[in-house]
């Protein structure tokens, strides 16, 4: 079904939870500490249609000093400091959360834990590889992404890539 679909180029980014649920975020209503979104495309008839049908499609986006955000963050995907993320790990799959003292994405299940300033590359525990990155620019009040994630997800092979980024 369509809202199974990968994020793609021209999605906007909506609130997954809270007051504003399925309203645009505000990019300049971000912080450190991430907010949980989906990509929203356009259905068929033209209506908005919220991608919350794959796990994941949960992103994290977080905005930091852009001076902080370092390699191996693909930097020209992210725009005034806001980094975009997949928040489900590469290990086995759990949601990760945000740890405060170090400012990293910490997953409950096994410990992993990383690094959304370094691309989310891991530095903790038993992940594989890094989450993967979503990339995005500033548009207006609207955060838009410009393509589908820059690495597989949880769940999807190298080669199942290819046919997940068509
Ligand atoms: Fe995240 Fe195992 S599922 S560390």
């Known amino acids: 079904?369509?809202?199974?679909?990968?994020?793609?180029?021209?999605?906007?980014?909506?609130?997954?939870?809270?007051?504003?649920?399925?309203?645009?975020?505000?990019?300049?209503?971000?912080?450190?500490?991430?907010?949980?979104?989906y990509p929203q495309a356009k259905s068929g008839d033209g209506q908005p249609l919220v991608k919350s049908g794959d796990t994941n499609n949960l992103l994290l986006v977080s905005k930091f000093p852009e001076a902080q955000l370092k390699e191996p963050t693909d930097l020209e995907s992210t725009a005034q400091g806001i980094v975009v993320y997949s928040a489900i790990c590469q290990h086995l799959g759990c949601p990760v959360n945000w740890r405060n003292v170090d400012q990293t994405y910490l997953c409950?299940?096994?410990?992993?834990?990383?690094?959304?300033?370094?691309?989310?590359?891991?530095?903790?525990?038993?992940?594989?590889?890094?989450?993967?990155?979503?990339?995005?620019?500033?548009?207006?009040?609207?955060?838009?992404?410009?393509?589908?994630?820059?690495?597989?997800?949880?769940?999807?092979?190298?080669?199942?890539?290819?046919?997940?980024k068509e």
């Open 108 to 164: 409950p299940c096994h410990s992993g834990v990383y690094d959304p300033k370094q691309g989310c590359k891991v530095i903790g525990g038993p992940p594989p590889r890094p989450l993967p990155q979503l990339p995005i620019k500033v548009e207006g009040d609207q955060i838009i992404a410009t393509g589908t994630f820059l690495i597989p997800p949880y769940g999807i092979s190298e080669t199942d890539f290819e046919e997940y």
């Open 1 to 37: 079904t369509p809202d199974k679909l990968p994020p793609a180029e021209g999605d906007i980014l909506v609130y997954a939870d809270g007051a504003q649920v399925g309203k645009p975020i505000d990019p300049k209503n971000l912080e450190p500490q991430p907010t949980r979104a």
